[in-house]
T-cell receptor, first 113, second 110 residues
Framework: GESVGLHLPTLSVQEGDNSIINCAYSNSASDYFIWYKQESGKGPQFIID?????DKRQGQRVTVLLNKTVKHLSLQIAATQPGDSAVYFCAETEGGERWDMRFGAGTRLTVKP | NAGVTQTPKFQVLKTGQSMTLQCAQD?????MSWYRQDPGMGLRLIHYSVGAGITDQGEVPNGYNVSRSTTEDFPLRLLSAAPSQTSVYFCASASTDTQYFGPGTRLTVL
């Protein structure tokens, strides 16, 4: 079946370094992707999204890259800070069907001071 | 503007008990949904609603009921709690594509 998954369950980086979190998806018809951040004891928080007609989108210190050829999504965090420590989820959906949004299991990012 | 609120934050039930998880949003969003989050797994959709009076099943609806009598509220009912329903439950709302999540309810069923 279709699935959304992550390459690594954990990622540890030094404060100030850049972080890259990866996500693979299998539904070639997916056309909308979101990255969420979830801090301990809290609900997922929207970070950035991208549609399939784009291959890159930038926010504040974050960049999402989409490679539709290999069905791969990545989240880049520049100058990672201790406050970035959290679990990061990717999610995807097809045709804007929010009830069919599928979430990856998450990658735990730890920032070392 | 409180966003999406959920109560209670924590709950312990015995097998067979029933309860209602409350969810409310003050953003006038039409779309609301309930997810459960289990260790090592992504969020899984339980039920969703595209507007007042309209609900539908998600990926894992068994053992749960919902209703949407108002735009603001979307309660989730556990009819007869089972240990397999031990999880963290998140409510979300959306006006367009982006969903905004509540803080979650951690439920333990003994």
């Amino acid at each position: 079946g279709e699935s959304v998954g992550l390459h690594l369950p954990t990622l540890s980086v030094q404060e100030g370094d850049n972080s890259i979190i990866n996500c693979a998806y299998s539904n070639s018809a997916s056309d909308y992707f979101i990255w969420y951040k979830q801090e301990s004891g809290k609900g997922p928080q929207f970070i950035i999204d991208i549609r399939s007609n784009m291959d890159k989108r930038q926010g504040q210190r974050v960049t999402v890259l989409l490679n539709k050829t290999v069905k791969h999504l990545s989240l880049q965090i520049a100058a990672t800070q201790p406050g970035d420590s959290a679990v990061y989820f990717c999610a995807e959906t097809e045709g804007g069907e929010r009830w069919d949004m599928r979430f990856g299991a998450g990658t735990r990012l730890t920032v070392k001071p | 503007n409180a966003g999406v609120t959920q109560t209670p934050k924590f709950q312990v039930l015995k097998t067979g008990q029933s309860m209602t998880l409350q969810c409310a949003q003050d953003m006038n969003h039409e779309y609301m949904s309930w997810y459960r989050q289990d260790p090592g797994m992504g969020l899984r959709l339980i039920h969703y609603s595209v507007g007042a009076g309209i609900t539908d099943q998600g990926e894992v609806p068994n053992g749960y009921n919902v209703s949407r009598s108002t735009t603001e509220d979307f309660p989730l009912r556990l009819l007869s709690a089972a240990p397999s329903q031990t999880s963290v439950y998140f409510c979300a709302s959306a006006s367009t594509d982006t969903q905004y999540f509540g803080p979650g309810t951690r439920l333990t069923v003994l």
